[in-house]
């Protein structure tokens, strides 16, 4: 029997719907159940390479200047020449806060903060891949991502190596990893602060490298009253006694943050 063309192109338009349609299906699948290994897909250096984007000094080239002068009034505000000598980004969970600390003569000011506009994941450590959690530490940035899917990022060194220790002390594999403060307003395990806030950010790190900045993530600014069940994992008490002292001693002991 023969079969029209036009028979012929709509039963190929059909299975070619069918098979966008399954894509879909798993691609959304993968993002809710594995969201780490979606990141790792999206996000990696390979796929980066590939498409060949643009460079950090494409960046600061493109909003080098307007960022800049967005961020000067905050450092002349706190007298704080700029750029900084070093940087701080402290990141609390309860609050949706991520604040922005520079350091003069030794002392540590608050410079400004930016509100976080999405985060996955409740208060505790993250432990594994796919549970969701937005890390508990103290950490620094491997590198800045210019082609991010979320307009600009900062990758976080998630698993550094306290997690790492503790993942061996309890036999835990497969920690987790590309944890992000990025662009946008949507975010699973990462940090979104939208594309000005990082934009800000970006200019700053790139301008004084990476080396210079530490960041604090921490369930919610008073430690002191942090409730968790810590019977599971008893070093977590370890954690947040590390976390309490560094804020205490350098950042909020010293200066209330600035708006």
Not at 42 to 69: E, H, P, Y
Not at 119 to 138: M, N, T
């Amino acid at each position: 029997m023969k079969i029209s063309f036009k028979s012929f192109v709509k039963t190929i338009l059909i299975r070619i719907f069918r098979i966008i349609l399954l894509l879909g299906v798993v691609s959304v699948i993968m993002f809710w159940f594995y969201p780490d290994v979606t990141r790792k897909v999206t996000n990696s250096d390979f796929l980066q390479g590939v498409m060949n984007k643009k460079t950090v000094s494409d960046v600061l080239v493109d909003i080098g200047d307007k960022t800049k002068a967005r961020l000067l009034p905050w450092f002349e505000k706190a007298n704080v020449p700029y750029p900084p000598q070093h940087l701080a980004l402290l990141g609390f969970k309860a609050e949706k806060r991520l604040e922005m600390w520079a350091k003069k003569e030794g002392i540590w000011i608050s410079i400004r903060h930016y509100p976080i506009l999405a985060a996955s994941g409740i208060a505790g450590p993250k432990l594994r891949e796919g549970d969701r959690q937005v890390p508990e530490g103290i950490y620094r940035l491997n590198f800045l991502n210019p082609n991010s899917l979320y307009h600009l990022s900062m990758q976080i060194n998630y698993p550094n190596d306290f997690d790492k220790n503790k993942a061996a002390e309890e036999q835990r594999t497969h920690l987790g990893g590309d944890i992000f403060i990025h662009g946008k307003a949507v975010s699973i395990g990462c940090l979104a602060i939208g594309d000005e806030a990082i934009e800000e950010l970006f200019v700053l790190v790139a301008t004084i490298g990476l080396d210079k900045v530490t960041v604090i993530l921490a369930p919610q600014q008073d430690m002191q009253t942090v409730v968790l069940n810590t019977s599971i994992h008893p070093w977590i008490s370890e954690l947040y006694a590390d976390i309490r002292q560094i804020l205490k001693h350098k950042f909020l002991g010293v200066l209330n943050p600035s708006p």
